[in-house]
């Protein structure tokens, strides 16, 4: 179901983007119809808006955002309206997950983090679990995305989705370590994709 408040937000935000901070998107077919875990690196606060703006008017997404961001004054109540929904980091967030999975399962398409938090370029981070059990629990697809993180008003930065797949893992359902791999697995096909974003 289209949400009305994102419907009228995203023309505004797509032409600020466009005139001061343009994009060039790699592989756009590669994200599928229906439910999608979009996932992708994060090194600034606007990586969101490129990944919304690349994805196009029709591609409404929810994004998982840290909880202080739905906090700010009239931003974050429109941001709620809009479908984004706060997470607080460092914790069991079981309101936030619930959220992320009923989205999933209403066949919509979500937008989070795998690292958790911003990494600036040449640092290193470790892949949080929670993208890897949100997509075996609802049967939901990945698609990795790489933004670049080289970002200067009025020069374009390069977005690009990578193929969707599904984790595999034995058994009926995954255990801890199989969480971890598969998180592990999804920010290496993420990193992989910086060799597409030229």
Same mark, same amino acid.
Request: hydrophobic share 40%; with cysteine; net charge positive.
């Given at each position: 179901?289209?949400n009305?408040?994102?419907?009228?937000?995203y023309?505004?935000?797509?032409?600020?983007m466009?005139?001061?901070?343009?994009?060039?998107?790699v592989?756009?077919e590669?994200?599928?119809?229906?439910a999608?875990l979009i996932?992708g690196n994060h %090194?600034?606060?606007?990586d969101? $808006?490129y990944? =919304?703006?690349c994805?196009g008017? #029709? /591609?409404?997404?929810?994004?998982?955002?840290?909880a202080?961001?739905?906090k700010w004054?009239?931003?974050?109540?429109?941001l709620k309206?809009a479908?984004?929904?706060g997470?607080?980091?460092?914790k069991?967030?079981v309101?936030?997950i619930?959220?992320a999975?009923?989205?999933?399962?209403?066949?919509?398409?979500?937008?989070?983090f795998?690292e958790?938090?911003?990494?600036?370029?040449?640092?290193?981070s470790e892949?949080h679990?929670g993208?890897a059990m949100?997509? %075996?629990r609802?049967n939901?697809p $990945?698609?990795? =995305?790489y933004?670049?993180p080289? #970002? /200067?008003?009025?020069?374009?930065t390069?977005?690009?989705f990578g193929q969707?797949y599904h984790?595999?893992?034995?058994?009926?359902?995954?255990?801890?370590?199989?969480?971890?791999r598969i998180?592990n697995?999804l920010?290496?096909?993420?990193?992989?994709l910086?060799e597409?974003?030229?």
């Amino acid at each position: 179901m289209k949400n009305k408040v994102y419907a009228v937000l995203y023309p505004i935000i797509w032409i600020f983007m466009r005139i001061f901070h343009p994009w060039k998107a790699v592989g756009v077919e590669n994200i599928p119809e229906g439910a999608a875990l979009i996932c992708g690196n994060h %090194t600034s606060l606007g990586d969101p $808006l490129y990944v =919304v703006c690349c994805m196009g008017s #029709k /591609r409404q997404t929810h994004v998982m955002a840290k909880a202080e961001i739905m906090k700010w004054p009239v931003i974050g109540f429109l941001l709620k309206k809009a479908g984004i929904f706060g997470v607080n980091r460092g914790k069991s967030d079981v309101a936030a997950i619930k959220e992320a999975m009923r989205v999933l399962r209403a066949g919509e398409k979500l937008l989070m983090f795998p690292e958790g938090t911003r990494v600036k370029e040449g640092e290193t981070s470790e892949a949080h679990t929670g993208a890897a059990m949100l997509s %075996t629990r609802t049967n939901t697809p $990945l698609v990795p =995305v790489y933004i670049s993180p080289k #970002k /200067r008003r009025f020069r374009r930065t390069t977005v690009v989705f990578g193929q969707s797949y599904h984790p595999e893992f034995e058994g009926r359902k995954p255990s801890a370590d199989d969480y971890q791999r598969i998180a592990n697995d999804l920010l290496v096909r993420v990193r992989a994709l910086e060799e597409q974003a030229v």
